[in-house]
């Protein structure tokens, strides 16, 4: 199927990688409105490789939500080799991943790398997930992350959140959605 598009699912996330993660929340939150946003630093994935091998890199995330889209902001504080540092060196920032759900994000990745692309990192975190080195198409990777119940009901406790959010209270949260602690 030659006229097929590429990507199957819907794209549910943007993901940018930025110098700090509060300082990207608070923006957002200001300038578009998203949040409130929950922050996870130094947070590690199980079974977590970089191009085949273990991925040691040290990153941070926060989460949020633009109207129906999930918003991910990405922090790595060192400079070990990963999908981030594929892209940006340190004190850049800019757009990094588009995210969808999928069945099974393996054997999805096998038809992206029967296109020609590579599978450049994978990880468990209450779903397989793979991002794919889509770049020479796309301009960024994809995160093919797998859809299981445990995994939307985290997405859907950041769309409640900001559902029923005033744009003003604790617009930056621990991971658990507590208030940032100083």
């Given at each position: 199927?030659?006229?097929?598009p590429?990507?199957?699912?819907?794209?549910?996330?943007?993901?940018?990688?930025?110098?700090?993660?509060?300082?990207?929340?608070r923006?957002?939150?200001?300038?578009?409105?998203?949040?409130?946003?929950?922050?996870?630093?130094?947070?590690?994935?199980?079974?977590?490789?970089?191009?085949?091998?273990?991925?040691?890199?040290?990153?941070?995330?926060?989460?949020?939500?633009?109207?129906?889209?999930?918003?991910?902001?990405?922090?790595?504080?060192?400079?070990?080799?990963?999908?981030?540092?594929?892209?940006?060196?340190?004190?850049?920032?800019?757009?990094?991943?588009?995210?969808?759900?999928?069945?099974d994000?393996?054997?999805?990745?096998?038809?992206?790398?029967?296109?020609?692309?590579?599978?450049?990192?994978?990880?468990?975190?209450?779903?397989?997930?793979?991002?794919?080195?889509?770049?020479?198409?796309?301009?960024?990777?994809?995160?093919?992350?797998?859809?299981?119940?445990?995994?939307?009901?985290?997405?859907?406790?950041?769309?409640?959140?900001?559902?029923?959010?005033?744009g003003?209270?604790?617009?930056?949260?621990?991971?658990?959605?507590?208030?940032?602690?100083?």
């Amino acid at each position: 199927m030659a006229d097929a598009p590429l990507i199957r699912y819907p794209i549910i996330q943007h993901a940018f990688f930025v110098n700090d993660l509060e300082e990207a929340a608070r923006k957002w939150t200001r300038l578009t409105g998203a949040g409130p946003f929950f922050v996870s630093p130094h947070h590690m994935g199980d079974k977590h490789l970089y191009r085949g091998r273990p991925m040691t890199a040290d990153v941070g995330y926060a989460f949020g939500q633009h109207g129906p889209t999930h918003v991910q902001f990405i922090c790595q504080y060192d400079d070990e080799p990963s999908i981030y540092r594929d892209m940006y060196q340190r004190g850049e920032e800019g757009f990094h991943h588009i995210g969808c759900l999928v069945p099974d994000p393996f054997e999805e990745a096998k038809r992206y790398e029967k296109l020609g692309f590579e599978t450049a990192s994978s990880l468990w975190s209450l779903a397989d997930v793979v991002y794919v080195d889509t770049r020479p198409a796309l301009g960024c990777f994809l995160e093919l992350h797998g859809d299981s119940p445990e995994i939307r009901d985290v997405f859907k406790r950041f769309s409640d959140a900001a559902e029923g959010w005033d744009g003003v209270t604790d617009p930056i949260r621990g991971n658990r959605g507590q208030p940032l602690q100083r």
